[in-house]
């Protein structure tokens, strides 16, 4: 879970309780639908809530959060149905007496009584997930466990509710048929192709409270296959570096890539590595290689490790789009790691790429600033990222430095950095990111200014050193430190 | 004859089997030792007593092929140092020296042996262990023990790596070469009665300057190569340029050297001697001379490289 | 006066001299540009990086110097080097060129340019080349004048001799090490012929730096020697030679015994020895003279000179016993090897083993030297006709190292410098004669010498060739010029500069025009022959292979750092690593893991006993392995695709090595077949088969042809259909083409049975489980 989002109010927590156990006769559950897609490292949670106010003016909903659900969730965000903009949610932390995560919503318009909305909550979890078998050979399936609760829970009363688990693939080995539930008269659970339903649930009273979950709560587990590498980058630093002189936006990822699948049992074997890439049914937990969409309009890109270049990568290029034209094209990079990259195998490496500054910043002449748009991560579909560390580093001499992060980082810091043909150095501007997911990329907006004086600095630093140079030179050969005339 | 062979080997069995007692053998071997000075010549029989299967004694067997009618020569050039180093171990005080046997079987006295072994090549040397007694090998090793060929057929390393299964080192000393140092000595001598001769030749800059040249350019010919490696002067089938980049034969040596002489020649003419040249018409026809020499001799050279490395892409005349 | 062609007259002496230095530093630094580029084909055609074997240790040295400072990599123990044993870096290599590259590195950042580590080390020898160039610049200088100087240097700066050790990324001693040379030696003729102890200095401390870089120092230890020997035996003997030897034994000796490794060898051992009797015989010489000078008495002098020759010959004796009562080492196995070339095959098979110690061929002198070969001889003839100091000097340089290179491959590199300077005298000599536009006809006027230089590329030549030649005329007006014929010119010629010169020169232009013509085109091709050797011979890593798609384009073969960079990363940091020792360097710079032997080859019954491992058959390995704690066992196998560079074509040498120290459990004869072939398909020996490196080689290499013969690609046999089995390893990881195969050892049985029962009963029970795998087709 962010927990960012927590820092500021979880203080206030304490202030707030009231108002939610208030709150918790305010609204009823008309209906609760989650759907839960499983995945490899990524698990999306969408949970629809159809609310109906029984008070006039109700309009923070607060939603509850287990112990395990929030460990597992990365992203969590709130929209009215078939809207696209978010609703304002707050963090109220850890409540302990009902041991949950709270958060409420601001409804965008207070509701009457009887009146209703659907809120539509999207979770991404990460780690959710953990290969069964622990182990595989090299031929074998690979499947994934997924726990979760039976029942979606809220502070207020429900009327019906269900839970669909859609897995990737049709191949589910096991699913849990939870024993005497109450809440339902028909069966439990339902399983349609890749897709296994449990409830409907009928009137549930206020969950969202211990002794509920203790007594009613059940767990759930689903054993899947999986046919695709489950992919964790357990550290990302990009470094993105400014330069006016070259008009060039340099970006910088190293890569530390880990195959979170089943544990490689025995040895790899290149032989059957071979034949099986040659009746092309490779292993589901090997990743051969890893399809990159990078932004459009880049050069130079440069991609080695800690021994040197690797050359085992296909490259296209497409040129970059004129502004404002929403055209999303992209630069394919198929990247082969040096190994076949198997269960429980690392491999780091070094990804870059030069692009034109103009496709990334502009130049605000009312302020006089430069704006830079920096992209935080290169998305990477159904992998987590686990540590980020973004560096922007700014032409030298830039002054007046102001970020605006798309979410608000766990660390922020701005230190100098100092390169090539430097005098004073640059602002650099670090910020660190845990946990995050294909929901998490965002820009990073940098504004700046860059006085004139400062892009003289290279030149005249240059030109001292050589005329010194000289001088010196001139000196030297003109002195004459012979003790004895010729 | 063929057919004998496997009867013969037929008739040897016998032997290993119904073989004497250890000690009647050991006495035998002693006394047969004895006679031929620390050599012991075999046949079936004595090979089959030598190699008893119960030895309490180690022995090297020398299998070989001396007949002229085989016609081996390393085995006419490896017999002599064998037989000086058996010779050298005849030396031994007798405790030790009863514990180790040398003995040769000649090919023609001892076929079914060699049927026996296998052996298609001569001069071969086993070492065989003792099977019994304190000398007998940890390993338990009864096979025999192949001598390495790979220093030659010299006396010195074969006592040297022999003299590792003895039960005491082997007393060889390469006998002294008088002939060599008796020509040392004579040369000297030469040279030192005739120093008012030889003076001048050594005072003189060119006598210098023509050995350093010659041996600069024997050097750079590959003579090193030839004599390390023992490269012979020509090939099989009188080719006389060896096919491969690194590798040539004694000839390429002198044809090299010579041409690099020659255009080195043509150089210094241009440089040194046309210049002196007082009338136009000789100086000119010198120089285009020497130019044209320089051009065919260097064409020269590059094709002989040419064949030497394929694949090099430039040439010239030729 | 008669001109073959007219020239400017109206150009005052500064100008010209001015001018022609301007142009020679133009021409210098255009050379030192070529010289850096053509060494960079490496990097154009593959990448930035550390080639071949020896320069991945250095490099990861100087990675230490430049992360944890100059004193942690002084002391530096090596645990991963030589597993168990470890090994004390510090005191185990010459430091130069680390230090070299740290200082770079610290001045660079100093500077706030931040340069990779690596680039440093890679375009290390590229730079020092240039420099190179320079100093061969100086020396020529000192022995012809400028113009012979520029060709040496050009010459220097492209010959493939050279280049071969010194492309971008072969980080290698030798990179900087021939700057050193020559620059030592320009500084010795210097002080020879000043006689200043500031350049007797100069040459103590490029000694010292040499000493600390490359082994190869013992070249000078006693190239100087020999030389002042000479000169002394000539009777050459001065107060210039004096000082000039005097100051830099003393100060290079102290200077020398600084770096740890060399420590007091210059006292103890015999390299060095011939240095110090020089120096007492010079210290008698000069007494000699000394007394000489104030006794004026035959009798005398001639005792005293007796005297001296008796002391000298003392001397060696005394030597000879300390050598005999063992106070002095004698000389080391690599050194004596030169001598007795018999010798390395025989007792040091390590060194015998290495390709680059093999003798050399004579198409390999052509390779590297071109044209420069034939006109060695001719610019030796040149320096003998005016036989100065530093003359003496070329021509012990070139009878010695043209021996050395003979013997040795590697020692081509002390050769290349002084053929590019005796063919640049050569050639600029006859350039000289031939662009000089003056003919010979005696003429009254004797005109006054102005003095000047001669450099081929400039108005100042023509201008100071005729001034020069001017002088020449002026003395042949007097003489007479009545010769004629070869013999009489060959006379002359001899004749050189002690008798006067007669009247020479070139008549016409068509002659002065084909000479010239004729070299400039022997340039060319030279130019294009060396661009032709180094593209194609000199510029590969040997780390990554290139070969050729069926379009023509090329293809990387990367197995080596694939299986590297799989060790470093899927491995533990302490997973001990057993290869034959080419590769330990390697696997420590890009596995980083620790190995039982590597490329500085100190501890010969290490390497037997990872020979003997790798040659007997498994279950006696295996203790072995246990015994060293090996996890994983890297062997190279380019049977695949035909990488001929192999561990099956070394596995004789492995056999041998190890046969040096077990010949009771270790033969090559059993690892040929009767008929004594080596080879490794189904008539191979017995011995062979069971070894382990055969075993790791061809497991299950056969599988993959399925059904069709397995075929060898370098041996070119067809290996047997039914493969070895391993029972006390398992296949942990091979490389794309196959060529590295890495094997992890298994551990001990749990049940305490040993690993073959073991297995066996593991498969049986397979057996009965499972039906038997899908049989593989063959894969394209």
């Known amino acids: ?486 | 004859m063929l057919l004998l062979l496997p009867l013969l080997a037929l008739l040897s069995i016998p032997f290993c089997l119904a073989a004497p007692s250890a000690e009647s053998a050991h006495e035998q071997l002693v006394k047969l030792a004895a006679a031929n000075n620390g050599l012991i010549k075999l046949d079936d029989n004595l090979y089959n007593l030598l190699t008893h299967p119960n030895r309490n004694w180690s022995a090297s067997i020398h299998l070989t092929a001396l007949d002229p009618r085989r016609r081996c020569a390393p085995c006419k050039e490896f017999d002599p140092s064998f037989t000086a180093v058996a010779k050298a171990w005849s030396q031994v005080p007798k405790p030790q020296r009863d514990n180790h046997f040398f003995a040769t079987a000649d090919f023609d006295d001892t076929m079914a042996t060699f049927q026996r072994l296998g052996l298609q090549s001569a001069p071969v040397v086993h070492i065989h262990l003792p099977v019994e007694g304190d000398r007998r090998p940890a390993s338990g090793r009864t096979a025999p023990i192949v001598y390495d060929f790979s220093n030659g057929f010299d006396a010195g390393p074969l006592a040297e790596q022999l003299s590792v299964y003895t039960p005491v080192p082997i007393p060889y000393k390469a006998p002294i070469d008088w002939a060599k140092y008796g020509t040392a000595v004579g040369v000297g001598l030469i040279i030192l009665s005739g120093i008012r001769v030889f003076l001048p030749i050594l005072r003189s800059r060119w006598a210098w300057a023509a050995g350093t040249v010659i041996t600069s350019l024997v050097m750079t010919s590959g003579f090193m190569f030839v004599r390390i490696r023992g490269m012979p002067q020509s090939g099989a089938n009188g080719q006389w340029i060896a096919p491969g980049y690194q590798n040539q034969f004694g000839q390429e040596v002198q044809v090299v050297s010579f041409i690099y002489g020659l255009l080195s020649a043509a150089f210094l003419m241009l440089t040194l001697v046309t210049p002196y040249q007082t009338q136009p018409y000789r100086q000119r026809a010198q120089i285009y001379l020497w130019s044209g020499v320089i051009l065919v001799m260097f064409s020269v050279l590059i094709s002989l490289f040419r064949v030497k490395n394929r694949g090099y892409p430039f040439k010239l005349l030729l | 006066m008669p001109l073959a062609y007219s020239l400017p007259s109206d150009l005052s002496p500064a100008t010209v001299t001015n001018t022609s230095s301007l142009l020679r530093i133009i021409a210098l630094a255009l050379i030192s540009g070529a010289a850096i580029a053509s060494r960079l084909f490496a990097v154009v055609n593959f990448e930035s990086i550390i080639h071949e074997f020896d320069p991945w240790f250095n490099y990861r040295a100087t990675k230490v110097l430049a992360e944890k400072g100059f004193y942690a990599f002084w002391n530096w123990f090596d645990h991963t080097a030589w597993y168990p044993l470890g090994r004390v870096v510090g005191g185990t290599i010459y430091p130069g060129l680390m230090a070299t590259s740290g200082v770079i590195y610290n001045v660079l950042h100093a500077l706030n340019l931040p340069v990779d580590i690596r680039n440093i080390c890679v375009l290390l020898a590229p730079g020092f080349s240039a420099l190179t160039a320079w100093s061969t610049y100086m020396f020529t200088k000192e022995l012809k004048d400028e113009s012979a100087g520029l060709l040496a240097a050009a010459f220097i700066g492209i010959a493939p001799g050279y280049i071969s050790r010194s492309v971008a990324g072969s980080y290698d001693n030798e990179a900087i090490a021939i700057f050193l040379l020559m620059f030592t030696f320009y500084s010795w003729i210097k002080a020879l012929k000043t006689g200043s102890a500031f350049f007797g200095t100069l040459t103590a401390l490029f000694y010292f730096y040499m000493v600390a870089a490359w082994g190869g120092y013992a070249f000078i230890t006693n190239m100087i020697p020999l030389h002042a020997l000479t000169l002394i035996l000539m009777g050459r003997f001065s107060s210039r030679l004096y000082v000039a030897y005097s100051s830099w034994y003393a100060i290079g000796t102290l200077a020398s015994m600084q770096v740890p490794f060399v420590g007091f060898q210059p006292v103890r051992t015999s390299e060095h020895m011939a240095a110090l009797g020089v120096f007492g015989l010079l210290q008698i010489v000069a007494f000699a003279e000394l007394v000489r000078a104030h006794v004026s008495s035959r009798q005398f002098q001639s005792i005293l000179f007796g005297s001296v020759i008796v002391i000298g010959v003392l001397g060696v004796l005394a030597f000879a016993g300390l050598t005999y009562k063992g106070w002095i080492a004698p000389w080391t196995g690599r050194f004596y090897s030169l001598w007795d070339t018999g010798y390395a095959k025989k007792y040091i098979p390590i060194i015998a083993s290495v390709s680059e110690h093999q003798p050399t061929a004579w198409p390999s002198f052509f390779m590297d030297l071109q044209f420069l070969i034939f006109l060695f001889p001719a610019g030796v003839i040149l320096c003998f006709r005016e036989l100065r100091d530093e003359h003496v000097f070329v021509i012990i340089y070139a009878v010695v190292a043209s021996y050395f290179a003979g013997v040795m491959v590697r020692l081509m590199l002390t050769l290349t410098p002084v053929v590019c300077v005796a063919a640049a005298v050569a050639f600029s000599s006859l350039l000289d004669t031939y662009i000089d536009p003056v003919e010979p006809e005696v003429s009254e006027v004797a005109v006054p010498v102005t003095g000047g230089d001669s450099s081929a590329a400039s108005p100042a030549t023509v201008d100071g060739a005729v001034s020069s030649k001017k002088a020449k005329k002026a003395a042949a007006a007097v003489a007479d010029a009545s010769s004629t014929g070869i013999a009489s010119g060959i006379v002359a010629a001899i004749g050189g500069q002690s008798k006067s010169p007669k009247a020479r020169g070139i008549f016409g232009l068509d002659t002065r025009f084909l000479i010239v013509v004729n070299a400039l085109g022997m340039l060319l091709f030279f130019v294009l022959h060396c661009t032709y050797v180094t593209s194609s011979a000199y510029s590969s890593p040997s780390v990554v292979l290139a070969s050729q798609n069926p379009d023509g384009s090329q293809h990387i073969i990367d197995d080596f750092r694939e299986a590297y960079y799989w060790l470093r990363q899927n491995t533990p940091q302490d997973a001990v690593v057993m290869s034959w020792w080419d590769y330990g360097y390697q696997i420590a710079g890009m596995a980083d893991r620790p190995t039982l032997v590597d490329n500085n080859t100190w501890n010969n019954t290490h390497i037997a006993t990872v020979g003997k491992a790798m040659s007997s058959p498994e279950e006696v390995a295996y203790p072995i392995l246990r015994k060293h704690d090996v996890d994983y066992v890297l062997i190279i196998f380019g049977g695949l695709i035909g990488y001929s560079g192999d561990d099956i074509n070394k596995f004789l040498w492995m056999v041998r090595i190890a046969q040096g120290v077990w010949p009771d459990e270790i033969q090559e004869p059993n690892y040929f077949t009767p008929k004594g072939e080596y080879r490794i398909d189904d008539a191979a020996s017995p011995t062979m088969k069971n070894s382990l490196m055969y075993k790791m080689s061809y497991y299950r290499f056969a599988e993959l042809f399925g059904g069709s013969q397995a075929v060898d690609r370098v041996r070119g046999q067809q290996v047997p259909k039914t493969g070895p089995t391993l029972d006390y390893l398992d296949e942990a990881f091979t490389s794309e083409n196959w060529i590295v195969r890495i094997y992890q050892v298994k551990k001990e049985d749990l049940l305490g049975r040993d690993l073959k029962t073991a297995n066996a009963f593991a498969n049986g029970k397979k057996r009965k489980k499972s039906k038997p795998l899908a049989r593989r087709k063959a894969l394209a």
């Open chain 1, 1 to 486: 879970m962010p927990r960012h989002w927590r820092a500021p109010l979880s203080l206030l927590l304490s202030a707030f309780l009231p108002l939610c156990t208030l709150a918790a006769n305010s609204f009823e559950n008309t209906a609760i639908v989650r759907t839960v897609e499983l995945g490899g490292a990524l698990v999306h949670v969408t949970t629809t809530y159809a609310v109906k106010a029984l008070e006039d003016g109700s309009s923070v909903y607060t939603i509850a959060l287990g112990e395990r659900e929030h460990a597992h969730t990365a992203w969590l965000e709130a929209k009215l149905k078939g809207q696209t903009e978010r609703l304002p949610l707050e963090d109220f932390g850890y409540h302990r007496d009902s041991g949950f995560y709270l958060y409420t919503i601001e409804l965008p318009k207070a509701l009457n009584v009887n009146q209703t909305s659907n809120l539509v909550i999207e979770t991404v979890q990460t780690h959710a997930t953990y290969p069964w078998p622990e182990e595989a050979a090299q031929k074998d399936p690979q499947s994934l466990k997924y726990h979760s609760e039976l029942l979606v829970l809220s502070p207020y009363k429900t009327a019906v509710q269900r839970t669909k688990i859609r897995s990737p693939s049709p191949q589910v080995h096991s699913y849990t048929t939870p024993e005497d539930v109450e809440f339902t008269t028909d069966a439990v659970v339902t399983k349609a192709g890749a897709t296994i339903t449990y409830g409907p649930f009928y009137d549930i009273p206020p969950s969202a409270i211990q002794d509920f979950v203790d007594k009613k709560q059940k767990e759930i587990v689903i054993h899947y296959a999986f046919d695709y590498p489950v992919l964790e980058i357990t550290e990302l630093r990009r470094t993105a570096e400014i330069s006016h002189w070259g008009a060039n936006l340099n970006i910088q990822d190293n890569i530390n890539l880990h195959n979170a699948g089943p544990r490689l049992k025995g040895h790899f074997s290149r032989l059957e590595h071979q034949s099986q890439a040659y009746f092309g049914k490779a292993a589901p937990h090997v990743l051969p290689s890893l399809q990159l969409h990078l932004p459009a309009g880049i050069h130079d890109v440069y991609y080695y490790d800690l021994v040197g270049n690797v050359s085992t990568s296909h490259l296209r290029t497409t040129p970059s789009t004129p502004k404002g034209t929403e055209a999303n094209r992209f630069s394919f990079l198929e990247l082969r790691p040096r190994y076949p990259l198997l269960g429980g195998w690392n491999y780091s490496f070094t990804l870059g790429w030069d692009s034109s500054l103009s496709d990334y910043a502009g130049f605000d002449s009312k302020t006089g600033k430069y704006v830079v748009g920096v992209p935080i991560m290169t998305v990477i579909p159904s992998v987590v990222v686990d540590d980020a560390e973004v560096a922007i580093i700014l032409p030298e001499g830039a002054t007046d430095v102001d970020y605006y992060a798309p979410y608000p980082a766990l660390s922020e810091s701005i230190s100098t950095h100092i390169t090539y043909l430097d005098t004073i150095g640059r602002p650099k501007v670090t910020l660190k990111y845990q946990q995050l997911t294909d929901k998490h990329g965002g820009v990073i907006y940098v504004t700046y200014k860059v006085p004139f004086t400062a892009h003289l600095r290279k030149p005249v630093a240059v030109a001292t050193a050589f005329i010194g140079f000289f001088a010196l030179a001139f000196a030297v050969k003109r002195v004459d430190i012979r003790l004895r005339r010729k």
